[in-house]
């Protein structure tokens, strides 16, 4: 019922910054807990962040902790997602997912995925 459109991906060195939308459509994203997922090649779609439906609760990562932050704005139906001090190993396609808050905690969300985002990180 909700559509998601991810972007802001692209090619960076290590050590720079990205911040990744996600526009949802069809359906207000209150509904719903929000997060991000990637997926690097050859590797297992891997849980990344999340944020309940108002903001009140995160959760990242160990990876990504420190560096990365999950925010929303449930008026503009967006979701983003800060990445700072970016390495290597960040490089993966980034989705953005709806679901509820402990699905996507537990990393196994099934409700609504958008088609992803390329980061890519140099060294």
């Known amino acids: 019922q909700v559509q998601l459109v991810e972007s802001g991906g692209g090619l960076v060195q290590a050590g720079g910054s990205l911040r990744l939308s996600c526009a949802a459509s069809g359906r207000a994203i209150d509904n719903y807990g929000m997060g991000w997922f990637r997926q690097a090649p050859g590797k297992e779609r891997e849980f990344v962040a999340a944020i309940s439906r108002f903001g009140t609760s995160t959760v990242y990562a160990d990876s990504v902790k420190g560096r990365f932050t999950i925010s929303r704005d449930n008026a503009k139906n967006m979701v983003y997602l800060q990445m700072n001090s970016l390495k290597p190993e960040d490089t993966a396609i980034y989705y953005c997912?709806?679901?509820?808050?402990?699905?996507?905690?537990?990393?196994?969300?099934?409700?609504?995925w958008g088609q992803g985002t390329q980061v890519t990180v140099s060294s």
């Open positions: 997912a709806a679901d509820s808050f402990r699905r996507l905690v537990d990393g196994i969300p099934v409700d609504y």
